[in-house]
């Protein structure tokens, strides 16, 4: 009889506590139907402490961020740096509450510093030139050893960052600003001799130099090669340039200076440029030389200046073009 008594309360006492369970999770999910019905989970955003705002969706708003921070090929941005990233914290905000991803973005990317990517070409060491890419940098290299530029063993590549974007210079002006022509230096001795010791003969014909002339002076052809002019007593083997006094003279090409100074052989002040292979050049009647025997030259280098020295009628140029010691028309090679 006691056991049957026992059992009956405990069956009373299990009944009550099911009620008591199936209560609660009436109430659990009347609960969580009222949540659901007036309110959103979503995530505040805070920035240093403060918060800026919500979103509901905390992975596609920080996949923005870190998209903005990652590297920008079309703008050559390697990163944005940003001063700090958000935080995120789970909580139950009312449904008439507008989520502000985009002011959030605004916020945490308004003082972005941006970083950008860029390669230099080195010239001993030094930056020389900018570009874009490292494809293009391999280019102008490429393309300089193909031309056996004098400098080549001396280029580099290094990558560049910074806040400033670099100016870029494209492959074809890189190359040639870069480009240095090889010089042949002819065993020549550098004595005071005058000219006509470097020439054998005239040359109505033409000839390959294997070298490309630059006009050394602007100004008017007074005087062709061959021509027999009644200020001379000989056949003319040079071209005269007309050109006010002081004009600066450019080297035609680059090479090694084998004679500056006055032989008073007729030419009065001139210079005699050797630019191997057996090709000189020979700017004569200068007012003043700018340059000494054994000194090296590049093409374009101003050399001497125009004037009237020497059997002279008036400031010109006299340009001469030899090979081998012969010499050729120049207009076959310039102007």
Known sequence: MFTINILKK???????????????????????GLVVLFYNPTYEVSLNGEVIGY?????????????YTSENEEENIAFIQIDA????????????????????????????????????????KEEKVYLASFKDAEEVIDQLEEKDSANQDE???????????????????????????????????????????????????NVSLGISLINPVSGVITSRYGSNDSVRDHTHAGLDISAPYGTPIKACAAGVVTYSGNAGDGFGNYVVISHGNGVTTLYAHCSSLLVSAGQSVSQGEVIAKVGSTGNSTGNHLHLEVRKNGITYNPQNYVY
């Open 155 to 205: 280029l580099g590549i290094i990558e560049k960052y910074g806040k400033k974007l670099k100016e870029f210079t494209s492959v074809e002006e890189c190359v040639s600003e870069l480009y240095e022509e090889k010089v042949v230096v002819q065993t020549v001795a550098y004595s005071s001799a005058p000219a006509s010791n470097y020439s054998t003969g005239n040359s109505y014909g």
């Open 10 to 32: 405990v069956a009373i006492t299990t009944r009550k506590s099911i009620k008591l369970i199936i209560l609660a999770f009436l109430s659990a999910i009347i609960l969580i």
């Open 55 to 67: 979103t509901s969706n905390k992975s596609a708003l920080q996949e923005r961020i870190n998209s």
């Open 85 to 124: 990233m958000p935080t995120y914290e789970l909580c139950l905000l009312k449904k008439d509450v507008e989520m502000n991803d985009d002011e959030i973005y605004a916020k945490v990317t308004e003082n972005g510093t941006p970083y950008y990517r860029y390669y230099a070409i080195t010239e001993d």
